[in-house]
């Protein structure tokens, strides 16, 4: 590999499910895996296997199932945790990585840890002699990296690397980094660690956005030698979430003339489909003016500005839309499609479905080309989310009725039936507060759970008048957690109807006893 290749490490998946109310199942984790491979990411951090039984699954499937990337898991320099990450990323063989992180910052050491900084290096050392036991690709983070003393962390570096460690990761774990002082750190690092120099080791960075930084210290840290990039798609993760991969890529690729030869192998025309299927698989909306990926990235509105773009589209456009993946809308289908169109155009999305699955959507599909003149990729790509976000079934349902209006009551009739019953539908009425609060209200009569709103929004998946309405909201079982649910339909009260029954059968089932994989840990 040319030292002048940046490695993309995406932690979609780890980092970024790391946001309150991000949280995805395997379905939904492995959709995004496959298109990271698509988008020809290098490393995919699946998850941090020791922490659950989900987390351990993510990463053992995505390396059983996704070729090309590295796949990753991550670990404390804990032999219990380390284990399982390498239990966890062995299918993919040489592919595998073992990601080992310690706190090294002052403050860490003294107030979380109780630990000098003699211990902390032989700790890190056998974490990472442990790693290595499992696999010869390991990386290594000093956990809150930018805010410790440079000495010390040179000391780490050379620590680790010395007991196998081939790359390390220099976190700005809080977000507290400025672009010159961090690229200062990561140059001092590069001029002190030989194997840096020589390739023997890749230095990396992983920046957090507490102060809008994180992609401005990451760039600055790859012109002083970084050369791998830790990010995730729009950006999500922890609190104000991590470097946004897609903001990465464009600025290395549009300012070549500043960043010189420095490349990396990310296909940007999959970007804006990566980003897409970001957003639904964690139900986290991209703001309209997000750089790259938001719906007003390349919509000019000022006149000015559209007469110039007609006459030399540079002179206002730093970037082809075409080359991120904008526009690139095929020929809607419609209820006339057949089942076998239909799977060509959700290969042609990324999506592979199981046949029940299909089976499934395409009963939905026919549903909605019975009511839409037009299906078109978003409101298909809504309907296979709402598939793979499906959970068992307990509660479907059959009927909704609503009346509303500024002069009545609200009153919602639903009827529900329950798996593994007879046929029996179960029918009830309530008035609320307006026509989905009554549905609300009806639906938790039939089935003796009460849950309650906590987040509600609604979105038009497509263009027209008979757009597809897509709802995501939040709801709490009574247990203080928010579970997500989504639903989509042509009338806004049914979809709300279903999102709420889509998070209640996730709740349901959640409760249910889990089996556990004989390979855990
Ligand atoms: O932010 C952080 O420090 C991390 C590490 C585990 C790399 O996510
Ligand atoms: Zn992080």
């Given at each position: 590999m040319k030292t002048d290749r940046v490695i993309i490490f995406d932690t979609t998946l780890r980092d970024g499910e790391q946001c309150p109310g991000a949280s995805m199942n395997l379905a939904e984790k492995l959709a995004i895996a496959r298109q990271l491979a698509k988008l020809r990411v290098d490393v995919i951090e699946g998850g941090f296997p020791v922490i659950s039984q989900g987390d351990f699954d993510s990463v053992n499937t995505i390396a059983k199932e996704i070729k090309g990337p590295i796949v990753c898991g991550l670990a404390r320099c804990v032999t219990k945790d380390i284990d399982a990450a390498g239990e966890a990323v062995k299918p993919a063989g040489k592919r595998g990585r073992i990601h080992v992180f310690l706190a090294t910052s002052k403050i860490h050491r003294e107030f979380k840890l109780g630990k000098a900084q003699d211990e902390i290096i032989r700790l890190a050392v056998d974490g990472v002699k442990r790693a290595k036991s499992w696999t010869d690709d390991v990386e290594f983070s000093p956990e809150d990296g930018s805010r410790t003393e440079p000495d010390f962390l040179v000391d780490v570096c050379k620590a680790v690397i010395a007991a196998?460690?081939?790359?390390?990761?220099?976190?700005?774990?809080?977000?507290?980094?400025?672009?010159?002082?961090?690229?200062?750190?990561?140059?001092?690092?590069?001029?002190?660690?030989?194997?840096?120099?020589?390739?023997?080791?890749?230095?990396?960075?992983?920046?957090?956005?507490?102060?809008?930084?994180?992609?401005?210290?990451?760039?600055?840290?790859?012109?002083?030698?970084?050369?791998?990039?830790?990010?995730?798609?729009?950006?999500?993760?922890?609190?104000?979430?991590?470097?946004?991969?897609?903001?990465?890529?464009?600025?290395?690729?549009?300012?070549?003339?500043?960043?010189?030869?420095?490349?990396?192998?990310?296909?940007?025309?999959?970007?804006?489909?990566s980003s897409r299927i970001v957003s639904r698989m964690s139900s986290f909306l991209v703001q309209r003016n997000k750089a790259i990926v938001g719906e007003n990235a390349f919509a000019h509105s000022s006149?000015?500005?559209?007469?110039?773009?007609?006459?030399?589209?540079?002179?206002?456009?730093?970037?082809?839309?075409?080359?991120?993946?904008?526009?690139?809308?095929?020929?809607?289908?419609?209820?006339?499609?057949?089942?076998?169109?239909?799977?060509?155009?959700?290969?042609?999305?990324?999506?592979?479905?199981?046949?029940?699955?299909?089976?499934?959507?395409?009963?939905?599909?026919?549903?909605?080309?019975?009511?839409?003149?037009?299906?078109?990729?978003?409101?298909?790509?809504?309907?296979?989310?709402?598939?793979?976000?499906?959970?068992?079934?307990?509660?479907?349902?059959?009927?909704?009725?609503?009346?509303?209006?500024?002069?009545?009551?609200?009153?919602?009739?639903?009827?529900?039936?329950?798996?593994?019953?007879?046929?029996?539908?179960?029918?009830?009425?309530?008035?609320?507060?307006?026509?989905?609060?009554?549905?609300?209200?009806?639906?938790?009569?039939?089935?003796?759970?009460?849950?309650?709103?906590?987040?509600?929004?609604?979105?038009?998946?497509?263009e027209g008048e008979d757009a597809l309405g897509e709802v995501t909201l939040k709801a709490d079982f009574g247990d203080g957690e928010l579970i997500t649910g989504k639903g989509a339909s042509t009338d806004i009260i049914e979809a709300s109807a279903r999102a709420y029954l889509n998070a209640l059968n996730r709740h349901l089932s959640r409760k249910e006893p889990k089996q556990h994989s004989a390979n855990r840990p």
């Open positions: 196998g460690a081939t790359t390390v990761n220099i976190p700005d774990t809080v977000g507290w980094a400025v672009p010159d002082q961090y690229a200062a750190l990561i140059g001092r690092l590069h001029e002190s660690v030989r194997e840096f120099q020589t390739g023997k080791a890749v230095i990396s960075v992983h920046c957090h956005n507490d102060l809008g930084l994180a992609v401005a210290n990451s760039l600055a840290a790859v012109r002083a030698g970084a050369r791998q990039i830790e990010c995730t798609v729009n950006g999500i993760g922890e609190r104000a979430g991590n470097a946004a991969l897609e903001e990465l890529v464009m600025a290395m690729k549009t300012r070549r003339d500043y960043f010189g030869d420095i490349e990396c192998g990310i296909d940007s025309r999959e970007i804006v489909k006149g000015i500005h559209q007469d110039g773009i007609l006459k030399k589209r540079e002179t206002y456009e730093i970037m082809d839309p075409q080359e991120v993946g904008w526009g690139a809308t095929e020929l809607p289908l419609t209820k006339h499609s057949g089942r076998a169109a239909v799977v060509m155009r959700l290969k042609h999305l990324g999506f592979k479905l199981s046949d029940p699955d299909i089976n499934a959507l395409f009963i939905r599909f026919k549903e909605v080309g019975d009511k839409k003149k037009f299906v078109y990729d978003d409101d298909l790509a809504s309907l296979v989310d709402g598939q793979i976000a499906k959970v068992p079934e307990t509660w479907s349902l059959h009927q909704l009725s609503v009346t509303a209006g500024n002069q009545t009551v609200p009153t919602a009739t639903v009827g529900l039936s329950k798996t593994g019953k007879d046929a029996t539908i179960l029918r009830e009425a309530a008035i609320g507060d307006g026509p989905v609060d009554a549905a609300v209200k009806a639906i938790d009569r039939i089935t003796g759970v009460r849950g309650e709103l906590k987040d509600y929004s609604l979105r038009a998946v497509s």
